[in-house]
Antibody, heavy 123, light 106 residues
Framework: EAVLVESGGGVVQPGGSLRLSCAVSGVTFSAYAMSWVRQAPGKGLEWVSRISGTAESTHYSDSVKGRFTISRDNSRNAVYLQMDGLRGEDSAVYYC????????????????WGHGTTVTVSS | IQMTQSPSSLSASVGDRVTITCRTS??????LNWYQQTPGKAPRALIYAASTLHGGVPSRFSGSGSGTEFTLTISSLQPEDFATYYC?????????FGQGTKVEIK
């Protein structure tokens, strides 16, 4: 069974940067696309980004495009989210999640989620 | 693609039948998934492809619909089902979630 563990959250000033990591075990990591989803305090889920198993394709929500970069290292079974130009509205719990189906165009959503890591953007 | 869940919240009793609706701004065929989240916890995957239950999900949960209108039904609400439910479309390359439906105890 897949297990996902996020790390790297913390407090950062507006305009600052942070890099989140997600370590994955118990699954053939390179076969699956991975996503980041965030949840601001008291708010709903917001999809942030997705990367294919081969890392050839990446996608971002409009709210983070140009500021965040998703990447993965299949030799380390890890996925990352580099967050630059952070704003107050980026404050949230960030979840790493694995897609249900393998391939470059997953359709079945996310089945395994990490526990989340908290990012607070504040001066 | 815009997602609209209704209601945004509801109060129900144990044993009640509960239905949550998710509407999308364009045809997404059957590319619709449902999640359950309890406070302080990560979301749990319930249903994918509009109507297929993930392993371990009780059969009182069911999903239906296609195109632009989808429903999540809980046939007999149990104490552990009081939670917030989210739909998600995976038709477009940019995925989106509905705003959530909070199911509370009456």
């Amino acid at each position: 069974e897949a297990v996902l563990v996020e790390s790297g959250g913390g407090v950062v000033q507006p305009g600052g940067s942070l890099r989140l990591s997600c370590a994955v075990s118990g699954v053939t990591f390179s076969a699956y696309a991975m996503s980041w989803v965030r949840q601001a305090p008291g708010k709903g889920l917001e999809w942030v980004s997705r990367i294919s198993g081969t890392a050839e394709s990446t996608h971002y929500s409009d709210s983070v495009k140009g500021r965040f970069t998703i990447s993965r290292d299949n030799s380390r079974n890890a996925v990352y989210l580099q967050m630059d130009g952070l704003r107050g509205e980026d404050s949230a719990v960030y979840y790493c999640a694995k897609t249900v189906d393998s391939g470059d165009y997953p359709r079945y959503g996310l089945d395994v989620w990490g526990h989340g890591t908290t990012v607070t953007v504040s001066s | 693609i815009q997602m609209t869940q209704s209601p945004s919240s509801l109060s129900a009793s144990v044993g009640d039948r509960v239905t949550i609706t998710c509407r999308t701004s364009q045809n997404i065929y059957s590319n619709l998934n449902w999640y359950q989240q309890t406070p302080g916890k990560a979301p749990r995957a319930l249903i994918y492809a509009a109507s297929t239950l993930h392993g371990g999900v009780p059969s009182r949960f069911s999903g239906s619909g296609s195109g632009t209108e989808f429903t999540l039904t809980i046939s007999s609400l149990q104490p552990e089902d009081f939670a917030t439910y989210y739909c998600q479309q995976t038709y477009s390359t940019l995925w989106t979630f509905g705003q959530g439906t909070k199911v509370e105890i009456k």
